[in-house]
């Protein structure tokens, strides 16, 4: 991937606006009731791991982190509010309009890191009446990117580290932001290359491309080729039919082979045939190795073929075989390792399929399952206050999986048993720190019995000040960079915790004694304040 820095606008359409009514709404109210001003902690996290597993790959946070620099109400904005709210008094609508991101603080785990369920993925601080205004766009700009580089980082697990994984998408996303969205999340996640040209533009991924049915069903048996047959002074149609002859495949279709041959002239050093448009081993898969003998006489060199119908595995086995063959044949030692490039609704069920028929495929491109994110298409990121003017505060629910964890907090990630492999996160307040070599108290939140003592070899501190007084901490960081880090954690992390089947292991996510303390402090107080007024109520 070639890192070029991204430009694009979004603030037009993300911008104040972009927003649920109801946040409004409660703005309006904070300022109406003087509360607007005061100093609050939200936290952005999700309850459980996307696709039934047991991690996520966080992404969008580049995107929030525009939007929060660019806050900024508009004249517009204003005029419209202003319709819609006749009850509200003038003076808001100047709060309104005064607002910034200049008193914000926001803390985050970087993209492209693994993340559990519970985990304050983002911080953010500033007044109450600014950080509700934010919480909508905050989620749709991180829910779709870490849902995406997800799912892209199962496919990678399944399809296995050596293969090339091709983001097909754009014609089947949720519109254009879904496909340039999804595209550059997707090779976020780990995919290698992709079809849209626009996010080679804009971040720099490799695109790739090269023929679809169009162009071969575009030739017919009497289609004069003219000079585009020729190359380095050749005739690449003679040179095709002469070894399709040899080999007694005659009963390939013409029309095709005039397609290759047109195409390999205009691409000799990147030939890469789509072979199913007639039958792909009664016609394409031979009909290429024809014209890849012809290129071979000229000096050059076939790529492989494309296979999109069928059973992709069995004819993946069937062309290597055919390779294999001809290549004997001609000693041509290469023609073995042609690539086989598969499509075709490809899936990560489909994937694990193909891996037990030990399929001799080299390159998946995957549209419609990866950009839609199929199998599951949201994530259901939450945005939840932790703390009012120094207080913490809590919701309590009765499923306790909505219960949240009350405060300011952060998240180290501790390697207890050598510096290389993860062997738990713990989520701390935000006052607290974790040294290595130094006994920390641990345990999970809800089970204050079950805490043990841990002394980490390594720690690493995820949450990061990303942003303050309305600027980036930081740099941006080019997407390849990010996509490094992901495949990076793929290799250290419990192999049976990334398990892409039923019931992975799972990864421990603890809190620290002094958030459990603080947590079943408050819940013993919620308790105390209901039975106080269950006994008010009686009387």
């Known amino acids: 991937?070639?890192?070029?820095?991204?430009?694009?606008?979004?603030?037009?359409?993300?911008?104040?606006?972009?927003?649920?009514?109801?946040?409004?709404?409660?703005?309006?109210?904070?300022?109406?009731?003087?509360?607007?001003?005061?100093?609050?902690?939200?936290?952005?996290?999700?309850?459980?791991?996307?696709?039934?597993?047991?991690?996520?790959?966080?992404?969008?946070?580049?995107?929030?982190?525009?939007?929060?620099?660019?806050?900024?109400?508009?004249?517009?904005?204003?005029?419209?509010?202003?319709?819609?709210?006749?009850?509200?008094?003038?003076?808001y609508f100047k709060w309104l309009e005064s607002l910034d991101s200049s008193e914000l603080k926001v803390y985050a785990i970087p993209e492209g890191k693994l993340v559990f369920a519970k985990e304050p993925l983002l911080r953010i601080e500033g007044p109450l009446g600014l950080v509700q205004l934010l919480e909508t766009t905050i989620l749709n700009l991180l829910n779709y990117p870490t849902l995406i580089a997800t799912n892209a980082s199962r496919m990678r697990l399944v399809a296995g580290k050596e293969k090339q994984l091709l983001e097909f998408g754009l014609r089947r996303a949720q519109g254009p932001s879904g496909g340039l969205i999804g595209a550059k999340y997707a090779i976020l996640g780990s995919f290698d290359c992709t079809s849209n040209v626009l996010v080679g533009e804009y971040y720099g991924a490799k695109i790739v491309g090269t023929m679809a049915h169009s162009y071969i069903l575009s030739y017919t048996e009497n289609t004069e080729l003219g000079d585009r047959k020729f190359l380095k002074g050749k005739d690449l149609l003679d040179l095709s039919l002469k070894y399709r002859k040899e080999l007694g495949w005659d009963h390939t279709n013409m029309s095709e082979l005039l397609a290759f041959v047109s195409y390999a002239a205009a691409y000799p050093t990147n030939f890469l045939?789509?072979?199913?448009?007639?039958?792909?081993?009664?016609?394409?898969?031979?009909?290429?190795?024809?014209?890849?003998?012809?290129?071979?006489?000229?000096?050059?060199?076939?790529?492989?073929?494309?296979?999109?119908?069928?059973?992709?595995?069995?004819?993946?086995?069937?062309?290597?075989?055919?390779?294999?063959?001809?290549?004997?044949?001609?000693?041509?030692?290469?023609?073995?390792?042609?690539?086989?490039?598969?499509?075709?609704?490809?899936?990560?069920?489909?994937?694990?399929?193909?891996?037990?028929?030990?399929?001799?495929?080299?390159?998946?491109?995957?549209?419609?399952?990866?950009?839609?994110?199929?199998?599951?298409?949201?994530?259901?990121?939450?945005?939840?206050?932790?703390?009012?003017?120094?207080?913490?505060?809590?919701?309590?629910?009765?499923?306790?999986?909505?219960?949240?964890?009350?405060?300011?907090?952060?998240?180290?990630?501790?390697?207890t048993d050598d510096e290389t492999h993860p062997s738990m996160d713990v989520i701390t307040l935000a006052n607290e720190e974790i040294k290595p070599g130094e006994k920390f108290e641990v345990g999970p939140p809800f089970s204050p019995e079950k805490k043990i003592l841990v002394i980490p070899k390594k720690v690493e501190a995820l949450s990061q000040l990303v942003f303050e007084?309305?600027?980036?901490?930081?740099?941006?960081?080019?997407?390849?960079?990010?996509?490094?880090?992901?495949?990076?954690?793929?290799?250290?992390?419990?192999?049976?915790?990334?398990?892409?089947?039923?019931?992975?292991?799972?990864?421990?996510?603890?809190?620290?004694?002094?958030?459990?303390?603080?947590?079943?402090?408050?819940?013993?107080?919620?308790?105390?304040?209901?039975?106080?007024?269950?006994?008010?109520?009686?009387?």
């Open 1 to 91: 991937i070639q890192m070029v820095q991204p430009e694009i606008d979004f603030t037009s359409i993300i911008n104040p606006l972009l927003t649920d009514f109801y946040q409004v709404s409660m703005s309006y109210a904070y300022w109406k009731n003087g509360h607007h001003q005061d100093r609050a902690v939200f936290d952005a996290f999700f309850r459980k791991c996307p696709f039934k597993g047991e991690f996520a790959v966080f992404g969008g946070l580049e995107e929030v982190l525009d939007f929060l620099k660019n806050y900024k109400f508009r004249k517009q904005d204003i005029e419209y509010l202003k319709k819609e709210m006749p009850y509200a008094e003038a003076d």
């Open 273 to 415: 045939a789509l072979v199913d448009t007639y039958g792909t081993m009664k016609s394409g898969v031979r009909n290429f190795l024809a014209v890849s003998l012809a290129l071979d006489e000229v000096g050059e060199k076939g790529k492989g073929i494309r296979l999109d119908s069928g059973d992709l595995g069995e004819l993946s086995k069937e062309a290597r075989k055919l390779f294999k063959e001809i290549g004997g044949k001609y000693k041509k030692d290469y023609f073995d390792k042609f690539l086989v490039c598969a499509s075709n609704d490809i899936h990560e069920g489909s994937l694990h399929a193909l891996n037990q028929q030990s399929h001799e495929i080299d390159i998946f491109g995957i549209g419609t399952n990866l950009i839609t994110c199929l199998k599951q298409p949201a994530l259901g990121m939450v945005y939840k206050l932790a703390e009012i003017e120094g207080n913490p505060r809590i919701k309590l629910s009765e499923e306790i999986e909505k219960s949240t964890f009350p405060g300011g907090k952060n998240v180290f990630r501790l390697y």
């Open 469 to 539: 007084k309305g600027q980036m901490v930081k740099p941006k960081l080019p997407l390849a960079e990010k996509r490094k880090t992901v495949l990076a954690q793929l290799e250290v992390f419990n192999p049976k915790v990334l398990e892409c089947k039923e019931k992975p292991e799972s990864y421990e996510v603890y809190c620290s004694s002094n958030l459990i303390a603080l947590l079943q402090k408050m819940i013993k107080e919620n308790s105390q304040n209901q039975n106080s007024l269950k006994k008010r109520s009686i009387f």
